[in-house]
């Protein structure tokens, strides 16, 4: 069966990277959640995409140069204004604390690519020894010099490639790494790679899958799963294409 992974959360209806994002996500019935992982000037991990704040915030200026309580006084109601509530920058231990209480998988992006995150990948880890969270998150870069670094410290939790341009033999490049699975941009597979690289013992998860007739096709073509901000159309789509747990 192809899971259903809900990008940032559930944020086509509610602010990406956010607990409510990640609430609604568990109610509508998806199978897993990711998200974006930095590190404040204080060295706290913390939930957001952009290096800086200015897209899904009220603030100005780079995450890594504030601290996590000036983070935490932002509003970060990204494209959600009409929204009365403040919505906080979540960090890392507020949604494993919202994990535990619950079966998600957690696919947790680390974003490393545009500076140096000092020991952003050991805290990570950290977080998921303390919560025995080891078989439940996925952790996923762009840099695969991030993913190297995270197999060396842990090789027990699976790590992924995140790419958006065609690679060569993904699954064979995977493998060298030593990640268990690709999470490529959609438009990157063929039903080559995703058979090529699931008769590897690589799994397959594409992003971000918004359209129905994408979803269709990624399903038919056997993906482990999809990454997507539209969880609810998804898992409709999913139960009419006929795929149930036991498949």
């Known amino acids: 069966?192809?899971?259903?992974?809900?990008?940032?959360?559930?944020?086509?209806?509610?602010p990406e990277n956010t607990m409510s994002a990640f609430q609604e996500a568990e109610k509508c019935g998806a199978d897993g959640i990711e998200?974006?992982?930095?590190?404040?000037?204080?060295?706290?991990?913390?939930v957001i995409h952009d290096e800086k704040v200015d897209r899904t915030t009220n603030g100005k200026g780079y995450v890594?140069?504030?601290?996590?309580?000036e983070l935490q006084q932002l509003n970060a109601h990204y494209i959600f204004k009409?929204?009365?509530?403040?919505?906080?920058?979540?960090?890392?231990?507020e949604v494993f604390d919202w994990l535990a209480g619950n079966h998600l998988i957690c696919n947790v992006e680390i974003k490393s690519h545009e500076f140096q995150q000092f020991h952003l990948e050991e805290k990570v880890i950290a977080f998921i020894r303390r919560y025995g969270f080891e078989k439940r998150v996925i952790l996923s870069s762009f840099n695969h010099y991030?993913?190297?670094?995270?197999?060396?410290?842990?090789?027990?939790?699976?790590?992924?490639?995140?790419?958006?341009?065609?690679?060569?033999l993904p699954w064979v490049y995977a493998k060298g790494l030593h990640a268990r699975a690709i999470h490529p941009h959609y438009q990157t597979l063929t039903e080559e790679i995703v058979q090529m690289s699931r008769q590897n013992g690589i799994k397959v998860r594409p992003y971000?899958?918004?359209?129905?007739?994408?979803?269709?096709?990624?399903?038919?073509?056997?993906?482990?799963?999809?990454?997507?901000?539209?969880?609810?159309?998804a898992l409709r789509l999913r139960q009419s294409d006929g795929q149930s747990f036991s498949s």
Do not use: W
Not at 1 to 14: K, N, P, Q, V, Y
Not at 64 to 69: A, H, N, V
Not at 82 to 93: A, G
Not at 146 to 168: F, K, N, W
């Open 82 to 93: 009409k929204q009365n509530e403040k919505v906080r920058i979540p960090t890392l231990k």
């Open 1 to 14: 069966m192809t899971l259903i992974f809900a990008h940032r959360g559930f944020s086509s209806i509610e």
């Open 35 to 46: 998200l974006d992982v930095q590190l404040t000037k204080d060295g706290e991990v913390v």
């Open 64 to 69: 890594k140069d504030y601290t996590l309580s």
């Open 208 to 233: 971000t899958v918004n359209r129905e007739k994408d979803m269709k096709r990624l399903f038919a073509m056997g993906c482990d799963a999809i990454i997507t901000d539209e969880p609810k159309k």
């Open 146 to 168: 991030s993913i190297v670094h995270c197999y060396r410290l842990a090789p027990d939790v699976e790590t992924a490639l995140l790419y958006s341009y065609g690679i060569y």
